[in-house]
């Protein structure tokens, strides 16, 4: 191969590179100009989320648990820890419905889960509505909606408190359905500010 065919070669190969060279370099800055180059891994992004968690372990690993975290942004983590609290309350929900029909036990404890049942039904329909208020970016609602189904969920537990053994574990239930809500409230609140 002569000096000149090589030439005519090579050329329009080192123009092609220099062309693709070029247009990846003007997409990257585009992008960062755009905000959209952030290279935020999912796990310092649910560190992020977690920063106003009263727990922020438990935050973490909630997060983690879920697959749709990981390619989530900080809103997309907000609903993931609202679903997990919608299931968590729901499922207590329905338990607490079986007990109510299923079991015989004391008229103080009917009581209790009577009231446990009211005040779940108000949970469930609070949670849903913070979701929907997310969606919305009304975070201000978000925030009164679970702030009132934390309270809902203390109405339970003071109904129930000092019971049997069915109320020891529907205690127990509380106090995860409450760390799921406060888990929750916290990211929305990182949501809010950013």
Known sequence: MNSISGFFFLLPLTICLSLVAAQR???L?????NGTATATSPASLITKACGASQRKDFCVALLNADPNSQKADLKGLAFVALKAASKNATDISAQIKLLLNGTDVAPTVDDGLTNCDKAYHDVVDQIEDSISALVSNTHKDVENWMKAAIADIDTCEMGVKGQTELAVELSRKNRVLRQLCNTAL?????????
Request: overall charge positive.
């Open 25 to 27: 370099t003007t997409t």
């Open 29 to 33: 800055a585009v992008a960062q100009t």
């Open 186 to 194: 916290g990211i929305v609140h990182v949501v809010a500010r950013n």
